[in-house]
């Protein structure tokens, strides 16, 4: 099978993005409870700022501080991810009754784990509108911006955690040459 077979055929629709076959993959039944078990003394965990923390250290120093050094296995996922393997149950319910867990003296929002930083890249933004201050209003009416990326069309926002999350909304630009009191876009 060829590449084109797998992508299917592009042609011209009505919508200008063409008709394109979708390839249907089946994956037959399989018995995964052996996974399911061999995972089951595993703790997977994440750092809050892993450009600041250091994931090798984590994975050497958090052991000798549960005091199991010499029965788990850590390894480093990437993205700041993590996983312990622990040889018994035992020590995972122990650890997991310790939290909650801080390392490297890093401090948490007072809020935590309320407030949660996202990036957010705006769609559909006429590039006349591409600017900090409209940028910024846009984060601030949805959280608290502290960072705009102008070069990639998103800024850094903090949500509250305990909001629920709003996926879809309409941004109104009032005045403006072009745009006097319209709806201009929608962002999904």
Known sequence: MTQGHLIGNVGNGKSGE???????????????SGLIKGYSKNLIGRCMYPEEQNVKALLVMLPKIWKVEDR?????????????????EEDLVAILEMQPYHFDYWR????FPSEIPFWIKLE?????????PIFQSIGDAIGETTDVDLDYGKMRVILDGRKELCFDTTVDFKGGEFYEGEEALSLS
């Open 18 to 32: 063409g008709n394109r076959k979708r390839l249907k993959i089946y994956v037959p039944h399989f018995d995964n």
């Open 72 to 88: 788990v296995v850590g390894a480093d996922l990437g993205l700041g991810k993590f996983q312990f393997h622990f040889e018994k």
């Open 124 to 132: 559909g933004i006429p590039t006349e509108f591409w600017s900090t």
């Open 108 to 111: 948490m929002a007072k809020d």
